[in-house]
């Protein structure tokens, strides 16, 4: 676990100093479902990029969060257990120390400590746009078991409900990270579609339909792949993988991207392509990461 954490994982200060790193060099938050539009060419609807008119200088910015769904496995290691709303109706984290007190926080987790930053500098966030919340569905929602033969199924539906709602009012979008965080290019297209059926049942009928297609690992598929045409197909509109820089492409009918991550690995031995963004060696968490992890491979950084 603590390597997987210490790899696919940033710890609450580098988030935050990532933010302030961003904001000061001038990124602004947007939408991701702004970034396309469709046209009509011919009588015939096209996908194409959409020019955005953001204040002058600012240069647009897709924060994305993937597995936003606090899996059994993470709960019983230092995660927090689901998201809430606090006592203003805020969207803030639950968690349960191992002596058994409850800690409601809004400072440590992506979503709550992004909030509080763009209320103290709203110029962060175009038309109040936050990010991309990416869900799977095969252990419920947001901390919430909803998923078919959940035993509590429809009570943690009503409690997810609340806290979706308030995401969105709040700027956060919702994207499919498909149900079963199956890797597309190794699946048959028939998984692929049972998959993504289920997501719409399960997960589309709790936040909303989306054309956001969030790849689970990052693995892609391209046009011409039978499974590229059936997520096309199914609605999504924008495919995401991830990837060492990124870029954004229009193809297939869809706007293809891929994202950088946020993570131990690229913020200790991919610094050079981060350099754009922040200082990663600037935002590395040397108090909380263990020594062991970062000390080997940043050695001129040894205090
Ligand atoms: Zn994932």
């Known amino acids: 676990m603590s ?14 100093r990532m933010l302030e790193a961003l904001y000061e060099r001038d990124f602004i938050l947007v939408d991701l479902n702004d970034v396309y539009e469709e046209k009509k060419v011919n009588g015939k609807l096209k996908l194409a990029k959409k020019t955005m008119m953001l204040p002058p200088g600012k240069k647009p910015l897709v924060i994305s969060v993937d597995d936003l769904n606090y899996y059994e496995y993470m709960i019983e290691n230092g995660n927090v257990f689901k998201l ?3 006592e203003d109706g805020n969207v803030a984290t639950w968690s349960k120390t191992p002596d058994g007190e409850e800690i409601v926080s809004r400072d440590n987790e992506i979503v709550p400590i992004l909030d ?19 869900l799977t569905g095969y252990e419920g929602v947001l901390g919430y078991r ?8 429809e009570s943690e539906i009503a409690a ?13 979008v919702f994207g499919s990270h498909s149900y079963g965080h199956i890797n597309v290019p190794n699946v048959s297209l028939t ?16 936040v909303g339909d989306t054309a956001l297609f969030i790849y689970p690992y990052g693995a892609r598929v391209d046009p011409g792949d039978a499974k590229f045409d059936f997520l096309v197909a199914s609605g999504y509109k924008v495919l995401s993988a991830v990837g060492p820089t990124s870029y954004t492409k229009v193809q297939g009918g869809a706007y293809t991207m891929d994202r950088r991550h946020m993570d131990g690995i690229a913020l200790i031995e991919q610094q050079k392509t981060l350099a ?5 060696d600037a935002v590395l968490d040397r108090d909380n990461r263990p020594r062991s992890y970062w000390e080997k491979k940043t050695p001129h950084k040894r205090p």
């Open 160 to 172: 997810a409900k609340p806290v979706i709602e308030r995401l969105k009012e709040t700027g956060w």
């Open 116 to 134: 509080l930053f763009v209320e103290e500098h709203p110029d962060f966030s175009f038309r109040g746009a936050k990010g991309v919340l990416a």
């Open 3 to 16: 390597d997987g954490y210490n790899n696919y994982f940033t710890t609450v200060p580098e988030f935050k």
């Open 276 to 280: 754009d963004l922040f200082d990663p």
């Open 191 to 206: 998984r692929l579609k049972q998959d993504t059926a289920k997501w719409k049942r399960e997960v589309g009928s709790l």
């Open 84 to 86: 809430v709303l606090d």
């Open 146 to 153: 909803t998923q078919s033969g959940s035993p509590d199924r």
